[in-house]
């Protein structure tokens, strides 16, 4: 069940606010009762936009795509892809691993080493803090996760919708969707 075979990375990103590390203020829609999951979707809902505006007023994310080659790695604990960050992500010179044990796929990491060192647990409606290293600053950072949704092994798709924050202060929302062949 332990293996390691070449993969494609594909990771559409869409971010809404500002980027780290320059917080700026901005409302984000608030969970009111804590206990659904808000589901991920491809574009904004109206009710979304007008939620998600920056303080420019300008509702539209901030939108990527990343290719990469990488590594699926399996063992009989794990399950992890690996890949390199490139120019394109402002990370170039990091390694960035995304996985999660098989014991609890709804728990979702995301180890970067390099450039930019960090580690982030996403685990849906909960808050976790993690330390971000650059070589400019080294802050803490919060990661509320509204959705996870891991369907890695059986449609190769990993989707993630989180908040940041940095001392409390909302700082960007993001959605990931994450794709292996």
Do not use: W
């Amino acid at each position: 069940m332990s293996g390691k075979q070449t993969v494609s990375v594909r990771i559409l990103t869409e971010r809404y606010g500002f980027p780290f590390p320059f917080p700026m203020p901005f409302s984000v829609p608030d969970d009111d009762d804590g206990d659904e999951e808000e589901p991920l979707a491809d574009e904004p809902s109206d009710s979304d936009a007008s939620d998600l505006e920056t303080a420019s007023g300008d509702p539209e994310p901030e939108r990527s795509e990343f290719f990469a080659e990488g590594r699926l790695v399996t063992t009989d604990d794990r399950v992890d892809v690996v890949y390199e960050e490139s120019v394109l992500t402002g990370m170039e010179g990091s390694v960035t691993s995304i996985g999660f044990f098989r014991s609890d796929p709804s728990v979702v990491t995301m180890l970067r080493q390099g450039f930019v060192d960090t580690a982030f647990v996403f685990e849906a409606g909960k808050r976790h803090i993690c330390v971000y290293q650059t070589p400019f600053a080294t802050f803490e950072l919060c990661v509320h996760a509204l959705a996870v949704r891991n369907d890695l092994l059986t449609r190769g798709e990993i989707e993630l919708d989180y908040l940041t924050e940095i001392h409390g202060a909302r700082t960007e929302r993001c959605k990931m969707k994450i794709f292996v062949e």
